[in-house]
């Protein structure tokens, strides 16, 4: 059933809308292919997911690795003084890090008291924990254990709505119910490492890279049909 909230700035049924976003999904995949898209370990993907927030991978993964260098389980994290996590993480550059720090320790805390150290698989059940909505759960289950998720951080945003795939007024929860209701589910676990790159590489937030986008063809953003600031028609673009 089609979300009900939001409206588009041009005009496509629904079933048009079904197959332009499927060609998109296999255009994505053929244009960022991705041998392995699990971590592997629900938890570490967890902690990872609390530490990325509104900051660069670089930084994340360099902090990860030093975090699970010193504390190389739950039990170990669990056990730890979160002024010790905090600092640590202070020094490896990650924002937010009082937060994030209280987090992590309460988080693996939680799950080894009312878990028995295993990380739920349910979206809702995730999001009871410090530092994880509903985009984090939805990495730590399509990332953790494989499992057929939308996440919805700022690229996957940002481009379905510059793909007319979400309307350009609603917020990324809604955002998710639109990609889940117009893209077959055995695909949905390819949709944020996909649109990831493809916002990292063309669909910059700034200054996307129109004229190379192999999406070019199927994208209304690219034709001026979508504006995302105004929500209204913006003016064709010149044809290169």
């Known amino acids: 059933m089609r979300p009900s909230s939001?409206?588009?700035?041009f005009e496509e049924d629904w079933d048009e809308k079904k197959k332009r976003a499927l060609l998109i999904v296999r255009k994505l995949m053929e244009a960022y292919p991705r041998d392995r898209l699990l971590h592997g370990d629900p938890y570490f993907t967890l902690i990872r997911c609390i530490i990325s927030q509104r900051n660069r991978?670089?930084?994340?993964?360099?902090?990860?690795e030093a975090l699970f260098r010193r504390y190389p389980g739950i039990e170990e994290l669990a056990k730890a003084k979160v002024e010790d996590v905090q600092a640590l993480l202070r020094r490896e550059g990650v924002g937010l890090?009082?937060?994030?720090?209280?987090?992590i320790v309460e988080s693996s805390r939680i799950l080894l008291r009312e878990y028995g150290g295993e990380v739920?698989?349910?979206?809702?059940e995730?999001?009871?924990?410090?530092?994880?909505?509903r985009k984090?759960?939805?990495?730590?289950l399509a990332y953790g254990f494989g499992r057929q998720a939308i996440p919805v951080d700022t690229h996957v945003n940002r481009i379905s709505k510059r793909l007319g795939l979400a309307p350009p007024d609603v917020p990324p929860e809604k955002v998710e119910e639109y990609l889940?209701?117009?893209?077959?589910?055995?695909?949905?676990?390819?949709?944020?490492?996909?649109?990831?790159d493809h916002g990292k590489a063309i669909c910059r937030p700034i200054g996307p890279r129109c004229d190379e986008c192999p999406l070019r063809e199927l994208c209304p953003y690219a034709k001026g049909l979508v504006d995302l600031k105004k929500g209204r028609k913006r003016k064709p673009r010149k044809q290169a």
């Open 180 to 196: 889940r209701e117009l893209i077959p589910e055995d695909l949905w676990i390819y949709v944020n490492h996909a649109m990831v």
């Open 97 to 103: 890090w009082r937060s994030k720090g209280r987090w």
């Open 136 to 140: 984090c759960a939805n990495i730590v």
């Open 120 to 124: 739920p698989d349910d979206v809702h």
């Open 57 to 64: 991978d670089e930084v994340t993964d360099r902090a990860a």
């Open 126 to 133: 995730l999001m009871r924990l410090p530092g994880i909505g």
């Open 6 to 9: 939001g409206s588009f700035t």
